[in-house]
């Protein structure tokens, strides 16, 4: 597609549940990232890969969170065991160059409600 | 890291009036970006510009990397410039975009 696509666009979990949040990003693209945005605030940075590599998740607030690109394409990022602190937008973004030095471009994003 | 403010956190504007954002940055970078976000939460790209100045439309932007700062410029603005307006820098030791805390615009007819 023409942008980033995320998937699904709202998600409810009961505590405890496990939830997978899907993104597509632009096609080309060598970059992609995943932030948390909580309401009110601006977006976190939580993970950065380049390709497949998962360069940097610096940011990933806990071992209940993981993400992959196992093809250099689509990313999944993974929260076990939710807890209602995890409720927040989880935006996706792609760059065409590495790291931050080119134009990101962000999807829709994904709104976590954890009851 | 690097720092990111902006000003001022809240604006209110009658329609046709004009704007201007600021983003403070505190160390050097290589990007910076201004997005808007919508009511419905899309961050929409409005200008890729680590340094120099840029028009499109009713908005412009300047950004003196030397003096690290970034200004947007909104004209003749309308309704449909409501939201919050988000800064973002990346740096040359770091491999992600940070914000700034964002300036909140609400415009009314």
């Known amino acids: 597609g023409a942008g980033v696509s995320q998937s699904p666009r709202y998600k409810v979990a009961k505590r405890g549940q496990d939830v997978a949040l899907r993104c597509d990003p632009i096609?080309?693209?060598?970059?992609l990232f995943w932030y948390q945005q909580a309401l009110g605030q601006g977006p976190e940075f939580l993970t950065y890969?380049?390709?497949?590599?998962?360069?940097?998740k610096s940011g990933l607030p806990s071992d209940r969170f993981f993400a992959e690109r196992p093809e250099g394409s689509v990313s999944t990022l993974k929260i076990q065991r939710t807890q209602q602190e995890d409720s927040a937008v989880y935006l996706c973004?792609?760059?065409f160059g590495q790291g931050s030095n080119t134009e990101a471009f962000f999807g829709q994003g994904t709104r976590l409600t954890v009851v | 890291g690097i720092q990111v403010e902006q000003s001022p956190p809240d604006l209110i504007l009658q329609e046709g009036a004009n704007s201007t954002l600021r983003c403070n940055f505190s160390d050097s970078v290589n990007n910076l970006q201004w997005f808007h976000q919508n009511p419905w939460g899309q961050l929409i790209n409005l200008f890729y510009i680590p340094s120099g100045t840029k028009q499109n439309g009713r908005l412009s932007a300047t950004t003196v990397a030397t003096e690290r700062y970034s200004l947007l410029y909104i004209s003749s603005s309308q309704t449909t410039d409501s939201g919050v307006y988000f800064c973002a820098v990346g740096s040359y030791n770091t491999d992600k975009l940070i914000f700034g805390t964002g300036t909140r615009l609400q415009v009314f007819p």
């Open positions: 890969f380049q390709n497949e590599a998962q360069l940097d």
């Open positions: 096609s080309g693209h060598v970059s």
């Open positions: 973004a792609s760059s």
